[in-house]
């Protein structure tokens, strides 16, 4: 199975950006499914963007225009460019995959079988 590794968490200002992202290792060739979702405290785990295995995207609103998703399939690696970041933005950020993930089911957690250990995200005012 794929091992996920996030960086590029940190504290910044509001208005400020990060760039998380998400190595996969090379245990396995096969190619997945990828999301990103976020936890913060005392609040249960979403998803906020996801890229399928054709490059299209998906986005819930809280994040649409200040968020992009991307990856590198040369390198194996996810992204998630974070601009305009918000105080409400603060939580800790998780990487998952699946080999496949249908439709609407992109934003549940029990969509994807692989998950990253997170990087925490604070944004302060």
């Known amino acids: 199975q794929p091992k996920l590794v996030e960086s590029g968490g940190g504290s910044v200002q509001a208005g400020g950006s990060l760039r998380l992202s998400c190595a996969v290792s090379r245990t396995t060739n096969k190619r997945f499914h990828m999301g990103w979702f976020r936890q913060a405290g005392g609040k249960e785990r979403e998803g906020v963007a996801s890229?399928?295995?054709?490059?299209?995207?998906n986005y819930i609103d809280a994040v649409k225009g200040r968020f992009t998703v991307s990856k590198d399939n040369d390198k194996n690696i996810l992204y998630l460019q974070m601009n305009n970041l918000k105080p409400e933005d603060t939580a800790m950020y998780y990487c998952?995959?699946?080999?496949?993930?249908?439709?609407?089911?992109?934003?549940?957690?029990?969509?994807?079988?692989?998950w990253g250990q997170g990087t925490q995200v604070s944004v302060s005012s």
């Open positions: 890229i399928d295995l054709d490059g299209v995207t």
């Open positions: 998952a995959a699946n080999l496949y993930v249908f439709g609407d089911r992109w934003s549940l957690d029990s969509a994807y079988a692989y």
